[in-house]
């Protein structure tokens, strides 16, 4: 337990360092909307400019609203901090909400990520609005 505990102090000393405010590095620890949903509506892929890749899991009700959410992620921190953020950003809203829902809302959620990595908050954000265009397309919305 101790070891776990000093594991994660560790961790968020590194991504402290490195740049990550304090709510992003909690994100990224807790990863609370990582996985997958076995009654998704839709499931939608993309790759990112790095090579890495996320997967949306979209669970919507009759009336177009977001009920949950989940990704799995082959990526670096900032990509799992920044789709656990995108997640507490459209849960519980419309899908056209979801839509305008942009990277500089995503950041503003984060506080702050290293610069280079604002292109994985990027991959988060597309990632989200290719699963929602995804389902709108093939329910005819
Ligand atoms: Fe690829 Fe962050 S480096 S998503």
Known sequence: MTTEIDAITSQRKMLSEAGYAEPAINYFIEKKYMGHLQDAS???EKVGSCGDIMKIYLKVDEHNIIQDVRYEITGCAGAISAA???V????GQPLDKALTINDGDVFKRLENIPEK???CIQLAVKTMHKG???YQSASNL
């Open 88 to 91: 507490d950003l459209i849960k």
């Open 84 to 86: 656990m953020a995108v």
């Open 42 to 44: 839709q499931i939608s």
């Open 117 to 119: 990595k604002h292109h």
């Open 132 to 134: 929602i265009e995804e």
